[in-house]
């Protein structure tokens, strides 16, 4: 759980009730059927593919495209469900030139209503009946990651099939880590979990045995913080299921890399640019603290991203001049700062400029590249309700909920809070997780809210290296044992190329 400003948090209980319906990808081609799954009070529907007319089987190597199911990991937002579509075509283009027939390729933001989706467990049921008779493998992948088909089929080709794989590139916690439960706290680098930019695959024996352990036993609710990390650990079972097994070909290198001859998968490790940056001016920032907190974080602001900002207020339970911080009538808590957050949520849309699109509330630990999300903000339209960060999820196994991790830093678009505040979800009180509560509100309100690894709840020693190598950072969060001023110029400062961009 993320920690406000000072302040210890607690677990939220609540959670809402949702019916999970399946919703079947478009389907034209003559070669796919569909099965119908059909328990209690869900109705699935999924493409299948039919047996082979020659073999009647499906073999136990890979030779054949269409023994895999392509899963892209995409999200509802348009401009991430358009860059995912865009990998979809680039992956039947591959296949139709190979003069194969065309795999199966799946979005995960429609193939659910619910947004539990994206935490994959659930879908294995359903997966094992569409998929369980007539393919080999299911093969998931970002919707930045590139795929060279030929090189995956030769990749996946050398394990045997009718065997339980987990394959992926391998990635682990040098020291134990709060994002990880500090597991295995005595030797962290033992237990390896996949690099999702890279692609997983995990062969359909392994998928059918999931899907009976998920029908035996649930999956319970609880939170979902790293899900490459959960589901690695789901699969392991304590020793009972298979590791993760590391395969070279599944690279997180640029597509320029020299060693992209050796990879069947690739990433691209930049940051979108989809326009020019958002301006200045069109970023107001909201930074929560408390006035036991003024002297020395307030500071560390300041020394680092505070000038990158052209509209930042500090919101605080004391209004100190030297600063400025804002009171806003709301005490502090102990717990979460639901109310403060509201208060500001309100202030924005009162009281600052309606021309003003975007709204960012951080906390007084967070350490943010404006530039960089300023960058990023360029491929959002705006006029769409944006909620966006690094997304959490609880209870999404029995019918929960995601959210934005508060720490990261929280983004808003004017139209997500107008919708917002239009309705009657508020705090059930003062203290409640702000973030939680947010995520409880857009969810009933039907905003899905869109992710970015870019954004971090933790510093960037809890992370794998291999797993920041390909990305360039929007945020961290968290003094803890760490200088925090050296650790922005480390990774968030702006660049060279950044600085001249911004002169010009």
Known sequence: MPRQPGCERWLLIAACAHVFVLLPPPRTRAFAVSVVLEDAEDKTELPVLQKSEKSGTVSK??????????????????????????????????????????????????????????????????????????????????????????????????????????????????????????AFAENPTVFKFPDFAAGWALSIPLVNKLAIKLKSEPLKSDFTIDLKHEIALYIWQKGDGPHLTPVPEFCTDDVNSYKVDQCATTFSNFLPLCKEPVKKEDVFVAVKTCRKFHGDRIPVVKQTWEREAALIEYYSDYADISIPTIDLGVPNTERGHCGKTFAILERFLNHSSPRTPWLVIVDDDTLISIFRLRKLLSCYDPNEPVFLGERYGYGLGTGGYSYITGGGGMVFSRTAVQKLLASKCRCYSMDAPDDMVLGMCFSGLGIPITHSPLFHQARPMDYPKDYLSHQIPVSFHKHWNIDPVKVYFTWLAPNAEEREYRIL
């Open 61 to 182: 190597r890979s030779r054949e495209l269409k023994e895999i199911v392509f899963v892209i990991q995409s999200q509802s937002n348009s401009f991430h469900s358009k860059r995912a579509e865009d990998l979809k075509r680039d992956i039947l283009k591959q296949a139709a030139d190979l003069g194969k027939e065309l795999p199966i390729v799946l979005l995960i933001h429609q193939m659910d209503r619910h947004e539990g989706a994206w935490t994959i467990l659930p879908l294995m049921r359903d997966f094992s009946v569409a998929y369980g008779r007539n393919s080999s493998w299911i093969f998931f992948c970002e919707e930045d990651t590139r795929i060279q088909v030929v090189k995956l089929l030769e990749t996946l080709g050398r394990f045997d099939a009718s065997k339980e794989w987990f394959l992926g590139k391998a990635l682990y916690d040098e020291e134990s880590t709060i994002i990880h439960h500090y």
